[in-house]
């Protein structure tokens, strides 16, 4: 039963070096159709997953902070009505934190929106050209304060391992932005994804990316900087005080059922997936002809769900249950989880188990992807 909402919105001024998300740049967009598209993407999920109030709503992109709050106030007033909410809803908007956004976040809270995710991604002029930025970091300081004078809760990003940063840099910038008070931090590694700009640059050799080993010890430098201010690590790259961890993203990571409209959106409801078609012109004709925007909706399997749940469920402190999977996709503890190997890397202090929960370790996390090769069996991943 899908209690998460997950509205995409495409659009961006610029497209960044290093960005592979969805997104697109247009000379207009048609606010109108866009709304009109979007209601009816949300009433067809809205019939097939009625029963629960939403407990978060997350407007992704792209740049929604570059949506009209008018047309933010109508999709929540729209997402109300179908679903209701919980009393305790989070509703989160990310944005880029520029002046011309900023003077928006007044309107948008009172549209609704009471948790605000800004992409700063660095505190210095000089990075933020590197990364493709249109602000500045004077004008991004300033969007996070409008941001946290209008909304309960604000978290914004940076961008950490970059081309020949040393650990004082970063440790400097880290105190900075644990300075300003938020609940929230986004701390991401800089990664070259393939088909980017940043991609063709490496292979052009117009810059170097830093190398694992650095990369590792500003990860463990990060881990240690956010749990000595109350910022703990609550999954890789995300760090919280307790209680405001966002709701939205641990609704993914625990396997529960979400719903996502717009262009390229996923869903999972009811074991199957969904895909909507990715790009905005391509959505807007099958919402037009259909009454929705999925190019693919597929049923997932016991033993695909459960591998997905074990790679989801292991990248957070937390970790998970291993017998309520087990009872839920009806396989055998040992089948999702090897229990030798578990146990092994339990003694080499990167993994833990107590009583049916099993997790990573700090000292594991930068090692998760070939952890999780070594814990997950195959026989369930290729399933």
Not at 59 to 87: H, K, N, Y
Not at 249 to 267: E, T
Request: hydrophobic residues 40%; proline residues 5%.
């Amino acid at each position: 039963m899908a209690r998460a909402l997950y509205i995409h919105w495409p659009f961006c001024l610029a497209k960044c070096p290093y960005c592979d998300f969805n997104s697109h740049v247009r000379n207009a967009v048609d606010h109108e159709r866009w709304e009109r598209a979007l209601l009816a993407d949300m009433r067809h999920e809205a019939a097939l997953t009625r029963g629960a109030p939403l407990t978060s709503i997350f407007f992704g992109g792209g740049t929604p902070s570059l949506m009209p709050p008018i047309l933010v106030e109508r999709l929540l007033r729209e997402a109300e009505d179908l679903w209701g909410f919980a009393p305790d809803i989070e509703i989160t908007l990310e944005g880029n934190p520029s002046s011309v956004e900023a003077a928006n976040y007044a309107a948008l809270a009172a549209a609704g929106i009471n948790r605000a995710s800004l992409g700063l991604q660095s505190l210095h002029d000089e990075t933020l050209r590197f990364l493709g930025r249109l602000h500045d970091a004077s004008e991004g300081l300033n969007a996070l304060d409008v941001a946290q004078k209008h909304f309960g809760r604000v978290s914004f990003d940076l961008i950490y391992a970059l081309p020949g940063q040393t650990p004082d840099d970063w440790q400097a910038d880290l105190e900075q932005a644990l300075s300003f008070g938020t609940g929230h931090l986004s701390l991401y590694q800089l990664t070259i994804e393939p088909g980017t700009r940043f991609a063709t640059m490496v292979r052009q050799k117009r810059f170097v990316p830093l190398d694992d080993d650095q990369g590792g010890d500003l990860f463990a430098l990060t881990r240690d900087l956010t749990a000595a201010h109350v910022l703990p690590a609550y999954e890789i790259s995300n760090h919280a005080r307790l209680g405001e961890e966002s709701r939205h993203n641990l609704a993914y990571w625990r396997y529960d059922d979400y719903v996502g409209i717009g262009p390229g959106a996923h869903g999972r409801r009811g074991g199957k997936a969904t895909v909507r078609h990715r790009k905005p012109e391509n959505w807007l004709d099958a919402v037009a002809a259909t009454g929705h925007g999925i190019v693919e909706e597929r049923t997932l399997g016991q033993r695909e769900q459960a591998a997905e749940a074990m790679l989801m469920g292991l990248r957070l402190a937390e970790g998970l249950d291993l017998a309520a999977l087990s009872a839920r996709f009806g396989l055998a503890p040992a089948g999702l989880c090897d229990p030798s190997k578990l146990a092994f890397y339990e003694l080499q202090g990167l993994t833990w188990r107590r009583g049916d929960r099993i997790g990573v370790t700090g000292a594991g996390m930068p090692l998760l992807d070939a952890l999780l090769g070594e814990l997950v069996p195959a026989s369930l991943v290729t399933a």
